[in-house]
């Protein structure tokens, strides 16, 4: 009964290719993020959505499309990968009220490799 | 969001208590204290959080100065399951939201 589920955990791909990667969460919540692992292991937030609408892109290049089919999934598509574009990618989900005093809560991660 | 300034790393016995220090000069009036870790190859971990007073639960204690320009992470009696990196983040809520991740503590527990 995982509360943040990712997948695939592990993705191997090309350069130039197009790779999705879906996200599920079974808490109840309405904001849901996609957050990013580079190698120096800074976590810096991709997107963010609260019922199925977008509300934080953080200059993300526009290869990076967010779809959000319902509050509880929210996928991240990438086309065109770039070998810059591997790093381990989090999702994250949380309740929308009171959002200072709401803890995220993540998922376990999607490690991307570009080849 | 409002900086935070961590150790890079600090050490500590098993079964010994461990103080994770975090230093918040620039914390706003609504800032919220929250601290996650991230275990080898896992997503970040809520740990703990509070706004003014002091917090306990079942992982950790939170001792907030009386100014609240820095806070403590307490963990009771470190195992080796709490190796981990610990982040230290302020959280304003808002429209806005986001949190916004620094180098956090590698926190090394020895046997």
């Known amino acids: 009964d995982t509360a943040v589920s990712q997948t695939p955990k592990y993705l191997v791909t090309q350069m130039g290719n197009d790779k999705s990667i879906k996200c599920e969460q079974n808490?109840?919540?309405?904001?849901m993020y996609w957050y990013k692992q580079d190698s120096k292991k800074f976590l810096k937030i991709m997107f963010s959505y609260n019922n199925k609408e977008l509300i934080i892109n953080e200059t993300v290049p526009n290869r990076f499309s967010p779809k959000s089919p319902d509050k509880a999934h929210l996928n991240l598509h990438i086309n065109s990968l770039e070998l810059g574009d591997s790093a381990v990618y989090f999702c994250a989900s949380n309740p929308s009220g009171q959002r200072g005093n709401s803890p995220l809560h993540f998922g376990n991660g999607t490690r991307l490799t570009v080849t | 969001d409002a900086k935070t300034t961590q150790p890079n790393s600090m050490e500590s016995n098993e079964e010994e208590p461990v103080h994770l220090p975090c230093n918040h000069s620039t914390i706003s009036g609504t800032d919220y204290i929250h601290w996650y870790r991230q275990l080898p190859s896992q997503g970040p971990e809520y740990v703990i959080h509070?706004?003014?007073s002091n917090v306990n639960n079942r992982m950790a204690s939170l001792a907030i100065a009386e100014d609240r320009k820095s806070s403590t992470l307490i963990l009771h009696r470190a195992t080796l399951r709490d190796a981990a990196v610990y982040y230290c983040i302020l959280n304003s809520g808002g429209s806005n939201y986001k949190l916004t991740f620094g180098k956090g503590t590698l926190l090394t527990v020895n046997p």
């Open positions: 808490l109840g919540h309405d904001t």
């Open positions: 509070g706004l003014t």
